[in-house]
């Protein structure tokens, strides 16, 4: 038994030295592990027991929608049944789906949802961090790469996203900012078409996890698009057979993320959705001071509220802006004495202003530019363009592994690390189980919380209590009940005695049909609540009530599915050819 222990310790040894070995002749891989061990640092506190406070206290819940929505084939999800106070409502036909199809792995794995949503904001630190790698590798080396990862991680506003606002969409976009610049970068240096699949893929999953940050964050690749060709010399009337490829990875990302972008454009009318831009919401009660964003090290869980007094921090990150000054600084005397060429100085100082002019627009002076750019209104809080600055900064940052040594550079890491260590934590941790989430009170809040924000415009008010029943008789006579309650579909049987009218406790919105005996049948939508109501004559009858696809989303989903099956076949053809090769 010794032996055998004793055999198994030197195999371990042994592995072990060869996993040193490997770090020690490959630096990217050491790199990349670094950056992973500092994105788990970051997310420690996901990892012990129970469940934090946060402001969007709806991931659990939107995540059992989209487990009910598999259950019931309603692929893509977009309508949830328990949210809208039970009634109901299109939330996924609005609002970005994509971490919680990731988070429906978690669940094929078995993990709660408590554990799922934790996993998820965990997952995001890791994936940015490798992705921010990827990109900062590829313009200043291995260690302007891991410079840029842990900036990138440990900015404030990434600490905000997740363990203040638990904000998991926002969290999510920081993922695919670096992706994208880094394969738009390769694709237009070398043309290859493994970077026009990578493109295609990660603005596609950008434009499926935050719409905001993709009209925030589009501007800007327009001017690293800009760069890449004067970087290269590759200018589209140069090479049109590259330029061909970089507008078919813009069609092709469009064509991915289509079953939910276009929708949005054609039914947002159908909704309340102007709701999300007033009151609170409203853009013009959420600037930022110069005293918040460099100065304060203040650091709350609470709101942001009109003025200076916000119960949350918007800080920079200290190091952030001094490391940007210092690159900025460093850049210009190197390039005065002639160590530093063009190209890079243009990136460091144009990504330096880009970076200013994201900070200049959290602030009350940049009103008359809102006011201007109207679409910029949207993003409702004018400090959700610090992501922009978290991404700007933190690349450029990265520039210090090419000119300091290492030892600074080490020092450099711990002291950011060190310095908003506190900061990388929950206001509370506490012992909370799915059923007690999903129940009493909590279910209560969770079924009512933004209720306002996609609730269908036939709905002229919200309820102010969960129906009690599916369905009620209005006139006539008639017995009955709903025997299968899906989220795309409800099954009525019963006997009607004299003509009835019923009521069923779901608001309608463009998509829900119904049939009387496996026939379409006219319906009606009620003034109070916009529920649908039926006229049935007397028999022995079913009704079926189905979320069908409007013309718009079946023609968007067939799109897509072509596009994400196109995608998978190029993408793997080489390695499918291959194995048939080998048979």
Known sequence: MFKKCEHWQKSLLRQYYKLWTIMQNNAYLSGILLVIFASLLASHWLFKPGYF?????????????????????????????????????????????????????????????????????????????????????????????????????????????????????????????????????????????????????????????HNIMVMIFTPVLLLWALYCWWESGHWPWHDGHLFGKQVLAGFWSLALAAFFTIPILFEKKFTHINSMFSGYFDWRAHFVSLYQLFITRFWGWGPSLWGPKDGMSFSLGHLHWLGVIGVVLAAG????????????????????????????????????????????????????????????????????????????????????????????????????????KF????WEFQQTAGIYDYLPKTVPRAPTSAPKTSWELLSGKARGQVVVKK????????????????????????????????????????????????????????????????????ITNFISLLAWWGLLFVATKKWFLKKTWEK
Request: proline content about 6%.
């Open 53 to 209: 406070v946060m402001h969007d206290d709806l991931q659990m819940m939107r995540q059992l929608e989209m487990e009910k929505c598999f259950h019931d084939g309603q692929l893509p999800c977009r309508w949830v049944p328990d949210m809208g106070f039970g009634y109901g409502y299109p939330l996924f036909n609005f609002y970005p789906p994509l971490p919680y199809y990731v988070g429906m792995l978690f669940r094929f794995l078995g993990f709660h949802f408590t554990t799922t949503a934790k996993f998820l904001f965990s997952l995001q630190f890791i994936l940015s961090g490798i992705t921010m790698f990827l990109l900062a590798t590829d313009l200043w080396g291995v260690a302007g790469g891991v410079i840029s990862a842990i900036f990138y991680l440990w900015a404030p506003y990434h600490s905000v996203d997740v363990f203040v606002r638990g904000a998991m969409n926002e969290a999510w976009a920081f993922v695919w900012f670096p992706l994208i610049f880094w394969s738009l970068r390769r694709l237009v240096q070398s043309g290859k078409n493994k970077y026009l699949y990578w493109l295609s893929f990660s603005y596609a999953a950008l434009l499926l996890t």
């Open 333 to 436: 005397w190197l390039f005065w004495r002639r160590k530093l060429n063009k190209a890079t100085l243009v990136f460091l100082w144009g990504g330096a202003l880009v970076s200013l002019i994201y900070v200049f627009l959290c602030h009350e002076r940049s009103v008359p530019v809102w006011k201007i750019l109207t679409p910029l209104q949207m993003a409702q809080f004018p400090w959700r363009l610090l992501a922009g600055w978290v991404f700007f900064s933190s690349l450029l940052i990265g520039f210090l592994g090419k000119i300091l040594p290492r030892w600074v550079l080490a020092l450099l890491v711990l002291t950011v690390v060190g310095w908003n260590w506190s900061f990388f934590r929950p206001a509370a941790m506490g012992p909370l189980t799915d059923a007690e």
């Open 439 to 442: 129940s009493g009170k909590a």
């Open 487 to 554: 989220t795309n579909y409800w099954l009525w049987q019963g006997k009607v005695e004299t003509k009835s009218k019923l009521r069923f406790n779901l608001f309608y919105f463009p998509g829900w049909r119904v049939w009387l005996d496996q026939k379409p049948w006219p319906w009606q939508v009620g003034k109070d609540l916009g529920r649908i109501i039926v006229s049935i004559p007397p028999g022995k009858h079913r009704l079926d009530l189905r979320f069908t696809n409007t013309p718009v989303r079946a």
